[in-house]
């Protein structure tokens, strides 16, 4: 009964809120509660169930790796909605915020518990078709035209998916998603297939060159929608991955070395472009786009082979885990500096610089536990070049404090309430800062044999306390502090050319080459048209010409015996024998 009620629950919830006036008024609360069952699954340890009359037959199960991300989505949703239930009080369209947010959250929770190829997509589109209501709710030009870049991108991905999961249905010969990684392991054109799901999903995960949809759409919704967006939905890219990825099967060094590449790629040009921008949502944005191109770079290690799935995929989805609470609690935050006054703006700071310490893999927090595992597993790999990418890992340490040290002074320069008051949707970011915090420093989600691959024989308070450990997650950030102190205390150049009211990069950078190579086609073509225009009303035009070769007696003698040489059975029988073997070729 519990898996139904995880994806009815917010359906009922998204209806309610939306057209009942008191549902509205308490939407909220009413949200925590249709999360609730999936934060129990997501603690639970309970066996699937097969529900026949439910789309073709619907599989819902759990693995390690889902779990995690499940409570994850779970949290997120619940305090994202409790926070939205006061943050659009006044907004005219909050019912049509609810409506979308409810759909979107039962999409979301049913993916990650579908076991079956049918209901994982049939949720995975709800869910993404679901979130153009959060991208485009407040109507303004900006949140339309990422609306209208991120549908585009969806549909696109959709398509990818849809064939992928088709292909790979066909080779494993079942629906169960588990069933998927062994056939690609060993069917002749699996490499083929997870390129195709690798591009599908890759839309939704941001991963590099389809990401720039995502600093478009994050920034233009409201705040709690940003939080699910960026903290929980961008993670159901990284699950349909994991659910094709045949990670400890197989050894694919190409596709291994090219999703690291990638994936160090997004979590440095990330950065880059991060730190030009002047909106700190869009900062967040990509952000975003670094943290899962680290994520897109580990899964592709375990494609080179030698270490097992049960062991990597939980460690990427704790990683995920608290990415996804401490950007979900950033996100969130990004609404409190207008609004939280006086002393409680102490509190505020601390959370918000707890957040990004999480996120850099600071000393005592979850994102230091949860890169030190990762780390174990590049460590041990014999993918070429390890010790460089374990250096270029270190550099994105810095290169993320860097750019949320530059989220936090755009946070800075808003104008705080001249009162001592704190907003209703404040309790909700302070629950989600302990809830996020808390979980992802637990061995709780984490199997024996994991822990003991990492830890060895250390427990894990002895490895919080570890100077050494500490260390190496301090260094970064004394870097990043004393690289921000030198440059404002010399006053150097570049920080007085800052931007400070226009981005030096615009936001999806890579959609404006696109566009471009658009424009100059179409203005091609027009040229082309123009000219061949201009040829047709012409003396010589195509159609003079034509009908002066018609007319021609030489052309009616060669036409005349070629219609001959053709009505011969010898030519006919040929020609049929010919096309008989071609389409045997191509149906074969």
Not at 99 to 124: C, K
Request: charged share 10%; hydrophobic share 55%.
């Amino acid at each position: 009964m519990i898996w139904i009620l995880v994806i009815f629950l917010p359906l009922m919830a998204a209806l309610f809120t939306a057209f009942n006036p008191a549902g509205k008024r308490r939407s909220g609360l009413i949200f925590i509660i249709a999360s609730l069952p999936a934060i129990w699954l997501g603690l639970a340890d309970g066996t699937g169930v097969t529900i026949d009359w439910l789309i073709l037959g619907t599989h819902f199960s759990l693995d390690p790796t889902r779990r995690i991300i499940l409570l994850l989505t779970g949290i997120l949703w619940a305090t994202s909605g409790l926070f939205a239930g006061s943050y659009l009080k006044d907004d005219a369209r909050q019912g049509e915020f609810s409506f979308y947010y409810g759909a979107a959250m039962s999409g979301n929770f049913g993916l990650l518990i579908s076991a079956d190829a049918a209901s994982f997509y049939t949720f995975f589109a709800l869910m993404t078709f679901a979130s153009y209501g959060l991208v485009i709710h407040s109507g303004t030009p900006s949140a339309r035209k990422a609306a209208r870049v991120y549908l585009v991108m969806a549909i696109i991905g959709e398509l990818f998916i849809i064939s992928a999961l088709f292909l790979a249905v066909q080779s494993a010969g079942s629906m169960l998603l588990a069933d998927i990684p062994p056939a690609l392991a060993e069917a002749p054109n699996g490499s083929f297939i997870f390129l195709l799901g690798l591009i599908g999903f890759g839309v939704k995960v941001g991963a590099i060159p389809l990401y720039f949809w995502l600093p478009l759409a994050h920034p233009a919704a409201p705040a709690p929608a940003s939080a699910v967006l960026s903290g929980a939905m961008i993670k159901a890219g990284l699950v349909g991955w994991m659910h094709f990825a045949p990670i400890g099967l197989v050894e694919w060094h190409s596709i291994s070395l090219m999703m690291v590449g990638l994936g160090f790629a997004a979590a440095l040009g990330a950065v880059i472009i991060g730190l030009a921008q002047v909106d700190p949502k869009t900062n967040l944005a990509y952000s975003s786009i670094s943290q899962m191109g680290l994520m897109t770079a580990f899964l592709g290690v375990g494609l080179n082979g030698g270490i097992p799935a049960e062991l990597l995929l939980p460690a990427i989805a704790l990683y995920a885990f608290n990415h996804g609470t401490a950007k979900a609690l950033l996100f969130l935050g990004t609404a409190l500096p207008a609004k939280v006054g006086g002393a409680w703006r102490i509190l505020m700071w601390a959370g918000l610089g707890l957040g990004v310490l999480a996120i850099a893999g600071g000393p005592l927090t979850g994102g230091l536990w949860t890169k030190y595992m990762l780390k174990t597993f590049l460590g041990k790999t014999n993918l070429p070049g390890a010790q460089f990418f374990l250096l270029l890992l270190s550099f994105s340490a810095i290169g993320t404090a860097l750019l949320l040290s530059r989220f936090l002074h755009l946070l800075y320069r808003i104008e705080a309430p001249v009162v001592n008051k704190v907003p209703a949707f404040f309790l909700p970011w302070i629950l989600l800062l302990i809830a996020g915090g808390w979980w992802t420093m637990s061995p709780a989600l984490l199997s024996a044999e994991l822990m003991s691959h990492v830890l060895g024989e250390k427990g894990i308070i002895t490895f919080f306390w570890h100077p050494l450990t500490n260390w190496s997650a301090l260094w970064p950030i004394l870097i990043t502090a004393g690289s921000l102190v030198m440059a404002f205390l010399l006053k150097l150049a570049f920080v007085n050319r800052w931007p400070g009211e226009k981005p030096l990069v615009p936001p999806g950078d890579f959609l404006y080459i696109i566009l471009l190579a658009g424009y100059m086609v179409v203005k091609f073509l027009q040229k082309g048209i123009s000219l061949l225009q201009s040829f047709m009303q012409s003396r010589h035009s195509a159609e003079k010409i034509f009908y002066g070769i018609l007319d021609d007696k030489r052309t009616l003698q060669i036409s005349t015996s070629a219609e001959a040489l053709l009505r011969r059975w010898e030519i006919v029988g040929i020609g049929f024998f010919i096309f008989f073997l071609t389409l045997f070729f191509f149906l074969r």
